[in-house]
């Protein structure tokens, strides 16, 4: 089974940014939409952005949409999120997903394989 690591979370500034990513062991990326998801504590798991395997069609959550950007490197197994201009609210842990299916989707019964996450904190 394939196993998903997420790195670059840490502790940023507001207006800051930060650069995840998500590499694959055990397995691989392709023929799959990839996803970014968060959890705040005391909050449930939500979406952030997916990505169709291809690289080419892109899913933002409203909250980030202009803010952030999700990437891949299939030759690398690497998924990427850019997070810019953050602020207090973007304060969770990270987690990766593969995807059942190649489309990008937002739903997290949409996503088989799951990181163990990273934590991002944004301090004023």
């Known amino acids: 089974q394939v196993q998903l690591v997420e790195s670059g979370g840490g502790l940023v500034q507001a207006g800051g940014s930060l650069r995840l990513s998500c590499a694959a062991s055990g397995g691989t990326f392709n023929s799959y939409a990839m996803g970014w998801f968060r959890q705040a504590p005391g909050k449930e798991r939500e979406f952030v952005a997916a990505?169709?395997?291809?690289?080419?069609?892109?899913k933002y959550a409203a909250s980030v949409k202009g803010r952030f950007t999700i990437s891949r490197n299939n030759a690398n197994n690497t998924v990427y999120l850019q997070m810019n201009s953050l602020n207090s609210e973007d304060t969770a842990v990270y987690y990766c997903?593969?995807?059942?299916?190649?489309?990008?989707?937002?739903?997290?019964?949409?996503?088989?394989?799951w990181g163990q996450g990273t934590q991002v904190t944004v301090s004023s």
């Open positions: 990505i169709n395997w291809i690289g080419v069609i892109r």
């Open positions: 997903a593969r995807a059942r299916g190649s489309d990008p989707k937002s739903g997290q019964a949409d996503f088989g394989s």
